[in-house]
């Protein structure tokens, strides 16, 4: 363990160590804990885990139950390509069920999963609040809106002929 390590991670990831060196022992800070760990692997890991309850002195299972209330946090490495489709009222109500079909029939995956090569993940989410775009999906940070299975389709093809 390095001599300044405090989250009993033995020193082996240094990023992690890092992260939690950087706040106080206090449980008020475990989102912003979960937050940057999130933002460092892409998900919340095990390992993260259990560094962060001995860090903060908390349950396993509390901290389970943060990562699993917010959205935000996910228990599963994503892919290079997160394709998320919004059901919120809006969208649904323009047809997003049918994009997220199509997404799952181009993908081969349902939502929640990641493909094999790990290049895409699918998600459904509530509103992304642009709803004046609605149906809407979004390619990590590309929002794509007034959208239709035809543009899921085409969207997924250019991903997939990427590198």
């Given at each position: 363990m390095?001599?300044?390590?405090?989250?009993?991670?033995?020193?082996k990831d240094p990023k992690l160590e890092?992260?939690?060196?950087?706040?106080?022992?206090?449980k008020s800070n475990l989102i912003q804990i979960l937050n940057e760990v999130?933002?460092?692997?892409?998900?919340?890991?095990?390992?993260?885990?259990?560094a962060i309850s001995k860090y903060l002195d908390m349950e396993m299972a509390e901290i389970y139950g943060v990562i699993t209330f917010y959205s935000r946090f996910t228990l599963k490495p994503k892919g290079k390509y997160n394709v998320a489709v919004?059901?919120?009222?809006?969208?649904?109500?323009?047809?997003?069920?049918?994009?997220?079909?199509?997404?799952?029939e181009a993908l081969k995956i349902?939502?929640?999963?990641t493909t094999a090569d790990g290049?895409?993940?699918?998600?459904?989410t509530r509103c992304i609040g642009a709803c004046g775009l609605a149906p809407v999906f979004t390619v990590n940070d590309e929002v794509y809106g007034k959208a239709t299975?035809?543009?899921?389709?085409?969207?997924?093809?250019?991903?997939?002929?990427r590198e």
């Open positions: 390095s001599e300044t390590c405090k989250c009993e991670c033995g020193g890092e992260i939690l060196n950087k706040y106080e022992q206090d999130q933002e460092y692997y892409g998900y919340v890991p095990m390992k993260a885990q259990e919004c059901l919120g009222t809006a969208c649904f109500v323009k047809g997003s069920e049918k994009l997220l079909d199509t997404a799952k349902k939502e929640g999963e290049k895409f993940s699918l998600e459904a299975p035809e543009l899921m389709k085409k969207v997924i093809e250019e991903y997939k002929n």
